[in-house]
């Protein structure tokens, strides 16, 4: 096509003119092109290439995690975000020894400087902590502690434990000053988990976007972002499981465009034990199980971070509270599912 005699369009974005140059000049520019194109073919043709695509799976954050990126076959691409997630890993596991949430947690009261990344998502934490009355608070930690989900085999800890550790909990107990994180109760701790798979999540679509990719997904287990459309603008579709069964049963499904579709429900972590189900999301407030008539809710939003604390909130709220509090955000959107399986929605939730 460099040969052409026809000005067209080339990499830098001019228009060439090769039918009004000399024959000789013409070959020469002609030959430079086909060298540069060739060049570019080398380092970047297959990249570009819109029906490659390229997907993974590994396991971070105790959870399946799945990479899919279309119109690249650089998988390099995959190994470095693969890398990111070992080091957000190192930093933000509230059992990994050395880790930043360990350090703040293993700091008896003393102020822990910390990493960007940390104090960002502290700082989200902090925000959520405000919009849902309490109810999203990263200091249930010492709750977690003695309940040690999933490692539990089914027994109920003792009320006493549990009212002792009430009053080490609460997230005023925490300050932030730049990237200086101090517990002002030494046997206070956190745990990001109900935040830090949608934070993650972002900062990987962010470097992959970044790169140039502007089609596939991250699912951090089911926690998942789309980044653009599948290839030709087709949304994705994301199935929603019904809650309690199988992983493939799907309640209902969304069609989706670049954004975040993450759900909670005690379904991913819990036991039974006399008809009674005892899961990972807690009430602040007691340390129990938050046991509402809710068995799931989904969230939809930009931001996959956002999508992870509304989640969580939402389900400590209850399903008119946290209804409310989806109602007064801008861009985001809830499904609730109840109890006997009823579907509700916010009233901009983009429905089958
Ligand atoms: P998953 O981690 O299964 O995707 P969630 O995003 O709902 O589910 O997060 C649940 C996790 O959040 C728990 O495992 C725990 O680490 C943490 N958590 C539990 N209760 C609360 C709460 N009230 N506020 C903030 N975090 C919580
Ligand atoms: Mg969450």
Known sequence: MFLSDQPQQNFFGFRGSGARQSSSRRFFFSAALLLLSL???LGGCRRQDPSAQISDIGFYF????????NGTDDQSLIDECFDKMKE??????????????????????????????????????????????????ITVAPYLTIWDFPNNPGKVPAAASLAAAR???GL????????????????????????????IADRLKEYLAGKGVTSGYINLGGNMLAIGTKPGGVPWNIGIRRPFGEASDTITTVKIDGLSVVTSGPYERYFEKDGTI?????????????????????ILSRSSADGDA??????????????????????????????????????GFPKE
């Not at 502290?122 to 109810?135: M, R, T």
């Not at 005023?172 to 934070?199: C, F, M, Q």
Request: negative net charge.
């Open 39 to 41: 060049a570019l073919c």
């Open 167 to 169: 009053i080490h909990v």
């Open 172 to 199: 005023p107990l925490l300050r932030l000053e730049g990237n200086t994180v101090t517990l002002d109760d030494p046997r206070a701790s956190i745990d990001l988990g109900g935040i830090a798979k949608g934070y």
């Open 310 to 347: 509304l989640s969580t909130s939402c389900f400590v709220l209850g399903l008119e509270r946290g209804m409310e509090l989806i109602e007064s955000l801008d861009g985001i959107e809830a499904l609730f599912i109840t109890d006997d399986e009823e579907l509700h929605y916010s009233s």
């Open 62 to 69: 105790d959870t399946v995690v799945e990479l899919r990126l």
């Open 278 to 298: 005892y899961h990972h999301i807690l009430n602040p407030t007691d340390g129990y199980p938050v046991q509402n008539g809710l068995s799931s809710v989904t």
């Open 88 to 137: 957000y890993e190192a930093l933000l596991s509230r059992t990994r020894e050395g880790s930043d949430v360990w350090r703040i947690n293993h700091s008896a009261g003393e102020p822990v400087e910390v990493s960007d990344d940390t104090a960002a998502l502290i700082a989200l934490a902090q925000k959520y902590y405000e919009l849902s009355d309490g109810a999203f608070d």
